[in-house]
């Protein structure tokens, strides 16, 4: 198949597929035994035709249907499904505790929803027609509404289009070559863009098989991900950047020995900010595996471009490893069909190069706006250049761009500012996972009274007993790091640090509780009142 | 592989979880999911890690996602020995 995807991202998969090659594989542990249940692109096209015809017989077109199975084939079925008879997919989270089934009722009352699939669900209830519903939407049918995790808002739903998602999906395989030949793996959620385009869409465009896993099957294992790509010789995988921290900490050498990871071509690393520290511990780990550095492919996106907004190429030169862990890491030009510019948003107007200022995306991939938000859809997709007609998005991101790529320094909502100094949280909550030497749950955040200068407030977990020398070595450390003493270090118990549906940290949700004093502290340091600042 | 009762079970996943929450096993409640204990999905995972150690067999780490509470886990656990 070419590089360019078919019209409709439906057609391509299932009115040119019709074979015995495999479209994908849904891998589970039973202890150390591997079960594999593979589809064939016969049998996807088969079982999404069945199901878009049951879908079709209990909604209308262009109904909304959340799509809640847990991650698995029937995920994959369910989402395209809906796609395929002209309903638009809602994927959420599986209700499987009370929390999800409240997010997946609070999802199916603000958009409507006439119909949850899920795993339990009722049984079918006959199709009152035998046909699929419409199954050839134009450029700007809805095909979908990706509900975003953002730390400090209630989620919204990006409206994606079968336009917006063709042209995607189109940038991804143009940005890494992608093609048939490849074969990806993947653990990552299903219902979040990066599993949903990244994982499942792109690679069954390209007709690249893909081997897909439990987010938990993951975390339980790290080492089973490298596992899927040495034994499947798979060229194409990627996640977050703290999953490359996981598998360099949490994979025992004993059972790694023996892993090549040589046809590992794109080591996609994006949807939380690249840190050249884990890069270079994850290539010098994973040397002697046959991991070629050169594999990385830090990137930069968000559900509202779909999923894509920028990378390295795959025929870019090698990320630096051994510059200054602080600088930024090179996340690439844009993807095939965007734009970037970074504007001084108080005057409305693009900084010169090299200058940090707010990230704004234009292209093919922008989603319509958020769903029946108005308001939020202005504000946010509604950027204006002067001399320019087209839409921009105004991301929420800072960062520059320097010989035409782009480097993300943080997000606006996060930047804690003091005394004209302005420090990034995720960049404080790495230096207290580096000096306590672990992945502590940490969360850095402003406490503002709405009249004085803010409060700013660290706040740990941690697991053991703790002292005032613990206290005051990570004040020290912050202090060092950034020049900036936090008003208020808190040593919490396990749990206290929010986190969203993908594991992100929770600032706001984390600051509400600990403003509320509802957190569980342990120990607790404040700076001296008399203190200058 | 040794064989526990349901009940064996349970006390092995309360004593685990009371010592990742760092709380006293009095204040749980079996019927609540972990998540309401604020209980991060590694941490979650690091509870299976625990309780593998306990019964000398693998966990499916789905399983704690799929049976989200400490009375749902042990009727799982109990019945897939």
């Given at each position: 198949?070419?590089v360019e995807p078919?019209?409709?991202?439906?057609?391509?998969?299932?009115?040119?597929?019709?074979?015995?090659?495999?479209?994908?594989?849904?891998?589970?542990?039973?202890?150390?035994?591997?079960?594999?249940?593979?589809?064939?692109?016969?049998?996807?096209?088969?079982?999404?035709?069945?199901?878009?015809?049951?879908?079709?017989?209990?909604?209308?077109?262009?109904?909304?249907?959340?799509?809640?199975?847990?991650?698995?084939?029937?995920?994959?079925?369910?989402?395209?499904?809906?796609?395929?008879?002209?309903?638009?997919?809602?994927?959420?989270?599986?209700?499987?505790?009370?929390?999800?089934?409240?997010?997946?009722?609070?999802?199916?009352?603000?958009?409507?929803?006439?119909?949850?699939?899920?795993?339990?669900?009722?049984?079918?209830?006959?199709?009152?027609?035998?046909?699929?519903?419409?199954?050839?939407?134009?450029d700007?049918?809805?095909?979908?509404?990706q509900?975003?995790?953002?730390?400090?808002?209630?989620?919204?739903?990006a409206?994606i289009t079968?336009g917006a998602l063709r042209a995607n999906i189109a940038a991804i395989g143009d940005a890494w070559?992608?093609?048939?030949?490849?074969?990806?793996?993947?653990?990552?959620?299903?219902?979040?863009d990066m599993?949903?385009v990244g994982?499942?869409?792109a690679?069954?465009?390209?007709?690249?098989?893909?081997?897909?896993?439990?987010?938990?099957?993951?975390?339980?294992?790290?080492?089973?991900?490298?596992?899927?790509?040495?034994?499947?010789?798979?060229?194409?995988?990627?996640?977050?950047?703290?999953?490359?921290?996981?598998?360099?900490?949490?994979?025992?050498?004993?059972?790694?020995?023996?892993?090549?990871?040589?046809?590992?071509?794109?080591?996609v690393?994006g949807?939380?900010?690249?840190?050249?520290?884990?890069?270079?511990?994850?290539?010098?780990?994973?040397?002697?595996?046959?991991?070629?550095?050169?594999?990385?492919a830090p990137g930069y996106g968000l559900a509202e471009s779909v999923l894509f907004v920028s990378a390295r190429r795959?025929?870019d030169?090698?990320?630096?490893?051994?510059?200054?862990?602080?600088?930024?890491?090179d996340c690439g030009v844009p993807g095939r069909g965007s734009a970037i510019r970074i504007v001084?948003?108080?005057?409305?107007?693009p900084?010169?190069?090299?200058?940090?200022?707010a990230i704004w995306v234009t292209g093919a991939s922008l989603a319509a706006?958020?769903?029946?938000?108005?308001?939020?859809?202005?504000?946010h997709f509604?950027g204006?250049l002067?001399?320019d007609d087209r839409r921009w998005l105004r991301t929420g991101d800072?960062g520059?761009v320097?010989?035409g790529r782009l480097y993300i320094?943080?997000?606006?909502?996060?930047?804690?500012?003091?005394?004209?100094?302005?420090?990034?949280?995720?960049?404080?909550?790495?230096?207290?996972?580096?000096?306590?030497?672990?992945?502590?749950?940490?969360?850095?955040?402003?406490?503002?009274?709405?009249?004085?200068?803010?409060?700013?407030?660290?706040?740990?977990?941690?697991?053991?007993?703790?002292?005032?020398?613990?206290?005051?070595?990570?004040?020290?450390?912050?202090?060092?790091?950034?020049?900036?003493?936090?008003?208020?270090?808190?040593?919490?118990?396990?749990?206290?640090?929010?986190?969203?549906?993908?594991?992100?940290?929770?600032?706001?949700?984390?600051?509400?509780?600990?403003?509320?004093?509802?957190?569980?502290?342990?120990?607790?340091?404040?700076?001296?009142?008399?203190?200058?600042? | 592989?040794?064989?526990?009762?349901?009940?064996?079970?349970?006390?092995?996943?309360?004593?685990?979880?009371?010592?990742?929450?760092?709380?006293?096993?009095?204040?749980?409640?079996?019927?609540?999911?972990?998540?309401?204990?604020?209980?991060?999905?590694?941490?979650?995972?690091?509870?299976?890690?625990?309780?593998?150690?306990?019964?000398?067999?693998?966990?499916?780490?789905?399983?704690?996602?799929?049976?989200?509470?400490?009375?749902?886990?042990?009727?799982?656990?109990?019945?897939?020995?």
């Amino acid at each position: 198949m070419s590089v360019e995807p078919a019209h409709c991202i439906v057609a391509a998969l299932l009115s040119e597929r019709d074979d015995d090659a495999d479209a994908f594989e849904f891998v589970r542990w039973r202890g150390e035994e591997e079960n594999a249940e593979t589809w064939s692109h016969r049998d996807l096209r088969a079982i999404v035709r069945a199901e878009a015809v049951r879908i079709a017989g209990r909604t209308r077109s262009g109904d909304r249907v959340i799509v809640a199975h847990p991650p698995g084939p029937a995920f994959v079925a369910g989402f395209l499904a809906c796609l395929l008879s002209g309903r638009i997919a809602v994927p959420a989270a599986a209700p499987t505790t009370a929390a999800a089934r409240a997010a997946v009722e609070r999802l199916a009352t603000s958009t409507d929803a006439t119909l949850v699939l899920t795993r339990g669900e009722s049984p079918a209830e006959a199709p009152d027609r035998e046909d699929m519903g419409t199954h050839a939407p134009d450029d700007n049918a809805i095909a979908y509404l990706q509900f975003t995790s953002g730390s400090t808002q209630a989620p919204r739903g990006a409206v994606i289009t079968h336009g917006a998602l063709r042209a995607n999906i189109a940038a991804i395989g143009d940005a890494w070559s992608l093609t048939g030949a490849d074969r990806g793996v993947f653990w990552l959620p299903p219902f979040h863009d990066m599993g949903l385009v990244g994982a499942i869409l792109a690679p069954l465009a390209f007709g690249a098989p893909s081997t897909l896993m439990h987010p938990a099957a993951f975390l339980q294992r790290p080492a089973r991900w490298l596992h899927l790509m040495s034994s499947r010789r798979a060229s194409f995988s990627g996640g977050p950047n703290f999953a490359y921290d996981l598998a360099t900490d949490r994979a025992a050498r004993a059972d790694t020995a023996d892993l090549d990871l040589s046809s590992w071509r794109v080591a996609v690393n994006g949807a939380e900010p690249v840190r050249r520290r884990t890069l270079r511990r994850f290539a010098e780990r994973f040397a002697d595996n046959g991991f070629r550095a050169e594999a990385f492919a830090p990137g930069y996106g968000l559900a509202e471009s779909v999923l894509f907004v920028s990378a390295r190429r795959a025929d870019d030169p090698a990320v630096d490893l051994d510059a200054d862990d602080a600088a930024p890491v090179d996340c690439g030009v844009p993807g095939r069909g965007s734009a970037i510019r970074i504007v001084d948003e108080a005057r409305g107007t693009p900084v010169p190069e090299g200058t940090e200022g707010a990230i704004w995306v234009t292209g093919a991939s922008l989603a319509a706006g958020y769903w029946k938000a108005p308001d939020a859809s202005a504000a946010h997709f509604g950027g204006q250049l002067d001399g320019d007609d087209r839409r921009w998005l105004r991301t929420g991101d800072v960062g520059f761009v320097r010989d035409g790529r782009l480097y993300i320094s943080g997000r606006a909502k996060d930047v804690l500012i003091r005394g004209g100094r302005k420090v990034h949280a995720a960049d404080i909550e790495a230096k207290i996972a580096n000096v306590l030497g672990r992945r502590a749950a940490c969360a850095a955040f402003a406490v503002s009274d709405g009249v004085g200068e803010e409060d700013i407030v660290v706040l740990v977990e941690h697991a053991s007993a703790q002292s005032d020398a613990d206290l005051h070595r990570l004040r020290d450390a912050v202090a060092a790091a950034f020049d900036l003493t936090p008003d208020v270090i808190a040593l919490c118990a396990p749990g206290a640090v929010r986190l969203t549906t993908s594991g992100k940290t929770a600032r706001a949700a984390t600051r509400d509780a600990w403003r509320a004093g509802a957190l569980p502290v342990r120990a607790v340091w404040r700076r001296p009142v008399s203190a200058a600042a | 592989m040794p064989a526990f009762s349901e009940a064996e079970i349970r006390a092995a996943i309360r004593a685990s979880l009371a010592s990742a929450l760092s709380v006293a096993e009095s204040t749980l409640d079996d019927d609540r999911d972990f998540d309401a204990y604020g209980l991060p999905s590694l941490e979650a995972v690091e509870l299976a890690g625990e309780l593998e150690d306990f019964l000398g067999r693998e966990i499916d780490a789905e399983a704690i996602f799929d049976h989200p509470s400490v009375a749902q886990l042990a009727r799982h656990l109990a019945s897939a020995a």
